[in-house]
């Protein structure tokens, strides 16, 4: 944190820049605004600095570009049918062919960025062999042949599973493939250090929408504070609470998080009226 007389003396000279919208840098990221004070010849205003006070401008801490893929813990499975993956295949638009049937009951994680990798995949494979079936057929009913479909899948051998089919696959499968395959070695991984502190003041970012811009809001306008850090898999990971002290459920990820300065005292801005209630006079 910068010393509150260097605080105001960065601040004065990135106002004047970084909201005259005539001047070079103005709102503008880190990077281009050192460069522009670096041709002005202004010194002693490096870029932690910069990025110290950007910190504290609403404008710049709700637009800044959240990323997208970064490292996840991966998923650890005690053996056969100690979790299963499920994902949501979409043929509404069959339903007329197969009973007007679109009752649809399913879950979801809190995460909905969170794919169903390994059930999205079979997911593919079983609407290419149904589809290729229609063309065959001339017909888009599958509710009759759905489960021989599914059975011929099973009874496929798998290239990731040996060349085994799913149907066939033992415990001792498994114990072979989880312990007795020879694997690569992998170079010991560094401990990162953790990015951030205890009670630091914390947006969250947005989920990914499918058709978001980079110059929409990327980050919640709500403000957390970090109550708990540790690590999964050696990946530094952060459990935030509300200004009521109230927990936020879930654990976050380093690039899920972006520290501002923000004073809990600070001018708060209305984003939207979600009610109006009415209140009718009464006269006695």
């Not at 696959?169 to 401990?191: C, E, F, G, N």
């Not at 976050?252 to 109006?276: G, P």
Request: proline residues 2%.
């Amino acid at each position: 944190m910068m010393k509150r007389q260097d605080y105001k003396r960065v601040d004065f000279i990135l106002k004047k820049i970084y909201y005259d919208l005539s001047t070079a840098g103005a709102y503008l990221g880190p990077d281009k605004l050192y460069q522009v004070l670096k041709a002005k010849g202004v010194k002693n205003v490096g870029k932690h600095s910069i990025r110290s006070w950007l910190q504290n401008q609403d404008n710049y801490s709700l637009q800044k570009p959240a990323r997208k893929t970064f490292e996840k813990a991966k998923v650890v499975v005690a053996g056969i049918d100690d979790q299963f993956d499920a994902d949501l295949a979409d043929l509404s638009s069959l339903s007329k062919e197969n009973g007007d049937s679109e009752d649809i009951y399913y879950f979801t994680t809190q995460n909905s960025s969170t794919k169903a990798n390994i059930a999205e995949r079979v997911i593919q494979t079983i609407k290419n062999m149904m589809f290729r079936y229609f063309t065959k057929q001339k017909t888009h009913c599958y509710i009759d042949v759905l489960q021989d479909i599914v059975k011929s899948y099973n009874a496929t051998p798998h290239r990731s599973l040996n060349n085994i089919a799913p149907k066939d696959v033992k415990l001792a499968d498994i114990w072979a493939y989880m312990y007795l395959k020879p694997r690569k070695m992998k170079s010991k991984r560094t401990v990162t250090p953790y990015h951030y502190k205890r009670n630091d003041i914390v947006r969250l970012s947005h989920k990914n929408m499918i058709f978001d811009r980079s110059y929409d809001e990327h980050f919640t306008r709500e403000i957390f504070k970090i109550s708990q850090r540790m690590r999964m898999q050696a990946i530094c990971v952060y459990v935030i609470k509300d200004f009521m002290d109230q927990p936020v459920r879930g654990h976050f990820y380093e690039c899920e998080l972006q520290r501002v300065n923000k004073d809990e005292d600070a001018l708060w801005f209305i984003h939207f009226v979600e009610k109006k209630i009415k209140k009718a006079q009464t006269k006695w």
